[in-house]
Nanobody
Framework: QVQLVESGGGLVQAGGSLRLSCANSGRTFGRYAMGWFRQVQGKEREFVAAIIWNAGSTYYDDSVKGRFTISKDNAKNTVYLQMYSLKPEDTAVYFC?????????????????????WGRGTQVTVLS
């Protein structure tokens, strides 16, 4: 069973930084892409960033472009989200997700329903 586990969340002042990690603690699996999403209570989960595992291509929502960086460590089967210049509006529960198959339309997976496995999330709170 695939088990994605996020870590690295916490409380930070506006302008600060955090690095989230997502490791797979379950069975090894092939993956096409890994993504980060976030959700504020009462709102829908929204796309933050994605990385195509083999190619290393990265994609970001406009709201985090230039401030967040998604990266991976193949040997550790871990994906990271480095967050700089954090803003109060970045406050949310951050989830990592994995997509196993190559999408037929060829564009990067940026919606929730394009991912197969999810972690349980880690809270990020940015104080103003």
């Amino acid at each position: 069973q695939v088990q994605l586990v996020e870590s690295g969340g916490g409380l930070v002042q506006a302008g600060g930084s955090l690095r989230l990690s997502c490791a797979n603690s379950g069975r090894t699996f092939g993956r096409y892409a890994m993504g980060w999403f976030r959700q504020v209570q009462g709102k829908e989960r929204e796309f933050v960033a994605a990385i195509i595992w083999n190619a290393g291509s990265t994609y970001y929502d406009d709201s985090v472009k230039g401030r967040f960086t998604i990266s991976k460590d193949n040997a550790k089967n871990t994906v990271y989200l480095q967050m700089y210049s954090l803003k109060p509006e970045d406050t949310a529960v951050y989830f990592c997700a994995a997509r196993v198959t190559i999408p037929s339309r060829g564009s990067p997976p940026v919606t929730e329903d394009e991912y197969d496995y999810w972690g349980r999330g880690t809270q990020v709170t940015v104080l103003s």
